[in-house]
């Protein structure tokens, strides 16, 4: 079935930035075109649940969790099959495992996952 990368976490300063990727592969065996799934980032910090950071559906409908609005953008590209999570003014609370997830029903695919760390 299809397959979800990340990459792009790290060790930031507070107040950096960073741009996390997620690319789709083996799309082939899903018979379902990227353009079409919903993609989204999750991130989990220790101790804490999994939540939602941000989503980007077929249309470009994006939408985001309350303690990353204005500060996080998501975007997709769909002829490279990825989708961009650009994180910016970053802080402590933020330092997290990044999930990526690729949703079309009734397929539900995640990664394995980026850490990001931010950190003095």
């Known amino acids: 079935q299809a397959q979800v990368a990340e990459s792009g976490g790290g060790l930031v300063q507070p107040g950096g930035s960073l741009r996390l990727s997620c690319t789709v592969s083996r799309l082939t065996e899903s018979r379902v075109r990227f353009s079409v799934w919903t993609m989204a980032w999750y991130r989990q910090a220790p101790g804490k649940q999994r939540e939602l950071v941000a989503q980007?559906?077929?249309?470009?409908?994006?939408g985001y969790g309350d303690s990353v609005k204005g500060r996080f953008t998501i975007s997709r590209d769909n002829d490279k099959k990825t989708t961009y999570l650009q994180m910016n003014n970053l802080n402590a609370e933020d330092t997290a495992v990044y999930y990526c997830?690729?949703?079309?029903?009734?397929?539900?695919?995640w990664g394995q996952g980026t850490q990001v760390t931010v950190s003095s």
């Open positions: 997830n690729a949703k079309y029903a009734p397929y539900d695919v």
């Open positions: 980007i559906t077929s249309n470009h409908r994006t």
